[in-house]
């Protein structure tokens, strides 16, 4: 099993910034990506951004540029540094990670941006 604890979220102005964290503890072998989704209200869950165990990054279109994916293996923590933030961000983020074909999801972390 593996658990995971995101922090970080809260409410900002358009232009401002967020740091998400994700404490991701368990069972770690075999994960082979971490990733950050967001769910506003009426739509679905959507990626935005991801990282492979060998570093690959991927981010949706709208964030490209502005959010940096990144991960600290010895603290098994994965981060999400949100610039310049619109307030289209506004969702619940959630922290994922896949292991051996299984995902699992944190309990997400409310994100606030006001125009």
């Known amino acids: 099993q593996v658990q995971l604890v995101e922090s970080g979220g809260g409410l900002v102005q358009a232009g401002g910034f967020l740091r998400l964290s994700c404490v991701v503890s368990?069972?770690?072998?075999?994960?082979?990506?971490w990733g950050w989704y967001r769910q506003a209200p009426g739509k679905q869950r959507e990626l935005v951004a991801s990282?492979?165990?060998?570093?690959?990054?991927n981010y949706d279109d709208s964030v490209k540029g502005r959010f940096t994916i990144s991960r600290d293996n010895n603290k098994s923590m994965v981060y999400l540094q949100m610039n310049s933030l619109k307030p289209e961000d506004t969702a619940v983020y959630y922290c994922?990670?896949?292991?051996?074909?299984?995902?699992?999801w944190g309990q997400g972390t409310q994100v606030t941006v006001s125009s």
């Open positions: 990282v492979t165990y060998d570093g690959n990054s």
């Open positions: 368990g069972d770690l072998f075999g994960i082979y990506g």
């Open positions: 994922h990670v896949n292991r051996f074909a299984r995902d699992f």
